[in-house]
Antibody
Framework: EVQLLESGGGLVQPGGSLRLSCAVS????????MSWVRQAPGKGLEWVST????????YYADSLKGRFTISRDNSKNTLHLQMNSLRAEDTAVYYC??????????????WGQGTLVTVSS | QSVLTQPPSVSGAPGQRVTISCTGSSSNIGAGYNVHWYQQLPGTAPKLLIYYNTNRPSGIPDRFSGSKSGASASLAITGLQAEDEADYYCQSYDSSLSGVFGGGTKLTVL
């Protein structure tokens, strides 16, 4: 059974940093690209970032402007999202997702339960 | 303002058929990129419903179907049931933005 378990969310002040993690089981982690997708309260889904299976290629939403860094540890079956210079508009539930499909035709076939990040003073 | 445009809401009575549209442009759906659909039940994570325009993952009832034409795609739900009440999102690839989602459509079963 595929399981994706996010952690690391919480309350952080504007300008602060937070590191999200996603522990994965049930499939060969090192064979699949992974992504983060977020959802602001009462809003729709927003793609955040994708990392290739090897970790050698990363992709980000333009709106993040270099503040977020996605990474993975294939030896520990773990995905990370380092978030810096956080703003109120980054407040959202962050979902870890398994990516299926080929580049330019990705889709997200498994989702974690999400972790809430709240940016507020 | 989402790159892919969906109607904010649709509704239908039990047993009826409803469709949800997803309109893109020449840089995403119109460029030939595939469309995928997700269902998000209240208070839960999204779930994959349709991939590569028309394909259903195992376990998804055949009441759900997808189609794509030009720069638009549609999700059809037949034999509407109360448990279908949820938010539905389309997703594709955009040549300038990578992954993109529609704004979501809330389905109400009357």
């Amino acid at each position: 059974e595929v399981q994706l378990l996010e952690s690391g969310g919480g309350l952080v002040q504007p300008g602060g940093s937070l590191r999200l993690s996603c522990a994965v089981s049930g499939f060969t982690f090192s064979s699949y690209a992974m992504s983060w997708v977020r959802q602001a309260p009462g809003k729709g889904l927003e793609w955040v970032s994708t990392i290739s299976a090897s970790g050698g290629s990363t992709y980000y939403a333009d709106s993040l402007k270099g503040r977020f860094t996605i990474s993975r540890d294939n030896s520990k079956n773990t995905l990370h999202l380092q978030m810096n210079s956080l703003r109120a508009e980054d407040t959202a539930v962050y979902y870890c997702t398994k990516v299926e499909g080929y580049s330019s035709s990705w889709y997200f076939d498994y989702w974690g339960q999400g972790t809430l990040v709240t940016v507020s003073s | 303002q989402s790159v892919l445009t969906q109607p904010p809401s649709v509704s239908g009575a039990p047993g009826q058929r409803v469709t949800i549209s997803c309109t893109g442009s020449s840089s995403n759906i119109g460029a030939g990129y595939n469309v995928h659909w997700y269902q998000q039940l209240p208070g839960t994570a999204p779930k994959l419903l349709i991939y590569y325009n028309t394909n259903r993952p195992s376990g998804i009832p055949d009441r759900f179907s997808g189609s794509k034409s030009g720069a638009s795609a549609s999700l059809a739900i037949t034999g509407l049931q109360a448990e279908d009440e949820a938010d539905y999102y389309c997703q594709s690839y955009d040549s300038s933005l990578s992954g993109v989602f529609g704004g979501g459509t809330k389905l109400t079963v009357l």
